[in-house]
T-cell receptor, first 113, second 117 residues
Framework: GNSVTQMEGPVTLSEEAFLTINCTYTATGYPSLFWYVQYPGEGLQLLLKATKADDKGSNKGFEATYRKETTSFHLEKGSVQVSDSAVYFCALSDQGGSYIPTFGRGTSLIVHP | SAVISQKPSRDICQRGTSLTIQCQVDSQVTMMFWYRQQPGQSLTLIATANQGSEATYESGFVIDKFPISRPNLTFSTLTVSNMSPEDSSIYLC??????????????FGPGTRLTVL
């Protein structure tokens, strides 16, 4: 079956540091890949997505590249801000199936001033 | 993208009572789902809300405990019945398949934070 593995958190960084949150997946076929963000006290928001190999999703300074050869979709940002503090979820959706995503466990990011 | 609202946003309930959570979408959508997110955990899918028919429940969730309605393509309710403290969670409504969006992008409501005493 499908699965998503994210790095354990929390990830603690100083403002303006470089961020990487690792995500690897297992899937049959060619899934779409997503990053969602959950700010404190809120629901999940779609941050970015990629639907095929070598696609790069980007939004709000975050980006992730769909790497089929390494089955990865790592999230990166060059300079984090305190306002980026949130929980980040990697997810995949089987395009040939029911479209119900498989979520990773989430990675908490804490950015200090 | 779809705009989703949920009511109530939070509630504190007594053991043994029931709470109904409403989910309203600003456009017609193909699929609606209910998730539970326990403190510090990832999302667990409870069920798929099917328009005009019984919901499809995931393993470990049953209709008697979590009855769901979906009378049309923009609205659904989830009831948490006979609550216990273990039901304390955030309950999230989500949708896939808006009129002008790809069918594999899922959008979430703001969640309902439930505390059972």
């Amino acid at each position: 079956g499908n699965s998503v593995t994210q790095m354990e958190g929390p990830v603690t960084l100083s403002e303006e540091a470089f961020l990487t949150i690792n995500c690897t997946y297992t899937a049959t076929g060619y899934p779409s890949l997503f990053w969602y963000v959950q700010y404190p006290g809120e629901g999940l928001q779609l941050l970015l997505k990629a639907t095929k190999a070598d696609d790069k999703g980007s939004n709000k300074g975050f980006e992730a590249t769909y790497r089929k050869e390494t089955t990865s979709f790592h999230l990166e940002k060059g300079s984090v801000q305190v306002s980026d503090s949130a929980v980040y979820f990697c997810a995949l959706s089987d395009q040939g199936g029911s479209y119900i995503p498989t979520f990773g466990r989430g990675t908490s990011l804490i950015v200090h001033p | 993208s779809a705009v989703i609202s949920q009511k109530p946003s939070r509630d504190i309930c007594q053991r043994g009572t029931s709470l109904t959570i409403q989910c309203q979408v600003d456009s017609q959508v193909t699929m609606m789902f209910w998730y539970r997110q326990q403190p510090g955990q990832s999302l667990t899918l409870i069920a798929t809300a099917n328009q005009g028919s019984e919901a499809t429940y995931e393993s470990g969730f049953v209709i008697d405990k979590f009855p769901i309605s979906r009378p049309n393509l923009t609205f659904s309710t989830l009831t948490v019945s006979n609550m216990s403290p273990e039901d304390s969670s955030i309950y999230l409504c989500s949708v896939v398949g808006g009129v002008s969006d790809s069918t594999d992008t899922q959008y979430f409501g703001p969640g309902t934070r439930l505390t059972v005493l």
